[in-house]
């Protein structure tokens, strides 16, 4: 995929928003191509009581994220929907933004899986997860 229509992509997706909840959250898309999609989370109004970063928030960022990458595989003609979602929380962070990454790790017709890290601004991990979502016909 020519850096062009990476960047047509990402404005695309830009534009349509990242939902309901993922907008409240403060999640803004980064960078979306085939097979990785970036985005990034305030920590600020995402944390619990100690005030640090809600461990239901990385997966929120992750399930967000980790669709779009599926959704691009999937094409314009379906949809997806998350099945599963392991996330494994390493460490929090109580300011600044968190940075999640979507990979795309296996992908057919029906099934397609994303590995997603999400990290502090120091580049320390914060939370692995990995989705799995179904693609249906529209």
């Known amino acids: 995929m020519t850096e062009d229509v990476s960047k ?10 990242m939902g309901a909840l993922g907008t409240r959250m403060g999640i803004e898309l980064i960078e979306a191509r ?3 999609v970036v985005a990034t989370m305030p920590v600020a109004g995402n ?25 691009i595989h999937a094409g314009p003609d ?22 999640g ?3 795309l790790i296996a992908a057919g017709r ?5 590995a997603v890290a999400i990290t502090d601004e120091a580049g320390n991990p914060i939370c ?8 249906r016909p529209k």
């Open 47 to 71: 944390t619990q009581p100690y005030g640090l970063l809600h461990g239901g928030a990385s997966a929120v960022l992750a399930e967000t994220i980790g669709s779009l990458v599926s959704a």
């Open 128 to 135: 692995t997860a990995r989705l799995t979502c179904l693609i």
């Open 8 to 17: 047509d992509l990402t404005a695309f997706l830009q534009q349509a928003g």
């Open 34 to 36: 085939p097979g990785l």
């Open 78 to 99: 379906a949809l997806v929907v998350g099945v599963d979602l392991n996330c494994t929380h390493h460490k929090s962070a109580r300011e600044g933004l968190v940075t």
């Open 110 to 114: 029906t099934l397609a899986s994303s």
């Open 101 to 103: 990454r979507a990979t």
